[in-house]
């Protein structure tokens, strides 16, 4: 999806939904009223009450003031339960728009509280794969591919991924990096418990 508002055909909340309930959430838990909430982030009492009622499509200068006006990481809004494995195509997530630029903002994945996160820049040659042993339980990876193609992921069940294509799985498992194409860049962060 490349629109926060994009709705599934499920039975499952939208996007926008689970959004809306989330600023609600988040507002109530800090004990705000609608009103105060909107003049400190300086937005209209009306939008708010739009937005949190699943009506409206926010910009990112609209979630960052709620956020900032709330004491809160504007990725509060959007936390997922962890998954084992999660994969997210390069024209697929959750998506949030400038209201001033050119500019777009996929979340791919949001830190949980308390952990570290390494940063990586990979370069990998097709032929030899790479498997990597367990790291401690609770190590998560997480791999945007940044050009060519790639299988990766938990060694018993790789995913082939195209440039721009964001996975993260369990890395307390064994699991795999192999190129399919020369000079194939990622960008891997593992994350620490």
Request: hydrophobic share 40%; aromatic share 4%; proline share 6%.
């Amino acid at each position: 999806m490349t629109d926060i508002a994009n709705n599934s055909i499920s039975n499952t909340p939208s996007r926008i939904d689970l959004l809306a309930l989330s600023i609600k959430r988040e507002r109530q838990s800090a004990g705000l009223s609608l009103t105060e909430l909107a003049k400190r982030a300086g937005v209209a009492k009306s939008t708010l009450s739009q937005l949190e009622s699943g009506i409206g499509n926010p910009s990112i200068e609209t979630l960052w003031s709620l956020a900032t006006a709330m004491g809160l990481q504007v990725t509060r809004f959007f936390e997922q339960p962890q998954q084992n494995l999660r994969v997210i195509r390069a024209n697929e997530g959750l998506t949030t728009y400038s209201e001033n630029a050119h500019y777009a903002a996929t979340l791919l994945a949001d830190c949980p509280a308390g952990v570290r996160r390494d940063i990586y820049r990979l370069k990998v040659q097709p032929g030899e794969v790479r498997l990597s042993q367990p790291h401690p339980p609770g190590t998560v990876e997480h791999v945007v591919l940044c050009s060519g193609s790639a299988n990766i992921g938990p060694a018993n069940e790789p995913v082939l991924l195209q440039a721009g294509d964001y996975i993260s799985y369990l890395a307390n498992a064994p699991h795999v990096f192999e190129a399919l194409e020369a000079d194939t860049t990622a960008v891997m962060v593992i994350e620490h418990p």
